[in-house]
């Protein structure tokens, strides 16, 4: 039974180094290589064996590797799972050109976490996640009508809901309703037991600081 995505927020809160570092990235229209040569700033870029998150956490020595990503494939989407030094959300945009790309950043270090849609080169859409939706990008209504059906955000024209007479989904929760929001209208599962203790193949993105350092 597929996993959807809700369980990533579940992962995010737990107590591990590991469990936190879970930077997400998602691609359709690229293969898992493909995605982690457009996101890594070196070349050539290597593949190495399968490791678990624990393995791959281990690598960064913060000298000469930076974050390591362990790649994947679920359905019509690639998926690259980075730890420690990830691009996270400031992601160049251009990683997308002739396709599709859905960022998950937990930003472990400085709350809150982000969600942003690249498509063609471009944001489509970014938002925060569990604290409201004030989204920006080419799309920015892309998702509305399925967060209000989901009772995530309320209605625009609801004065009685916009004026707080209705209960807001406790922060953890709305994080929980948007990512399956998310996972629904773009056809993305992601397997939560081969992400968060499996092996996956490896790759080296980064052997400098990301640009947010």
Request: hydrophobic share 40%; net charge negative; glycine share 10%.
């Amino acid at each position: 039974m597929p996993d959807g995505l809700a369980w990533i927020a579940d992962a995010w809160r737990g107590t591990s180094p590991s469990a936190t570092d879970l930077y997400i990235t998602c691609a359709r229209g690229l293969s898992p290589q493909q995605l982690a040569e457009r996101m890594a700033d070196h070349q050539p870029v290597e593949f190495g064996p399968a490791l678990t998150v624990q393995d791959a956490h281990g690598m960064v020595d913060l000298a000469q590797i930076y974050c390591v990503g362990r790649i994947g494939r679920s359905g019509d989407w690639s998926f690259i799972v980075e730890c420690v030094g990830s691009e996270g959300w400031a992601l160049d945009p251009a990683t997308s050109r002739g396709a599709e790309a859905l960022i998950f950043d937990p930003q472990p270090d400085n709350p809150p976490s982000f969600f942003r849609y690249l498509a063609d080169g471009e944001l489509q859409l970014h938002f925060e996640l569990g604290f409201g939706y004030h989204p920006a990008g080419a799309q920015p209504d892309l998702l509305r009508p399925a967060l209000e059906a989901a009772g995530v955000i309320p209605p625009e024209d609801d004065m009685d809901a916009l004026l707080g007479a209705d209960e807001e989904p406790a922060p953890a929760e709305e994080k929980r309703r948007v990512l399956t929001v998310i996972g629904e209208h773009f056809g993305l599962s992601l397997p939560r037991k081969v992400i968060e203790s499996g092996r996956l193949p490896a790759v080296v993105t980064r052997t400098s600081p990301p640009s947010s350092w």
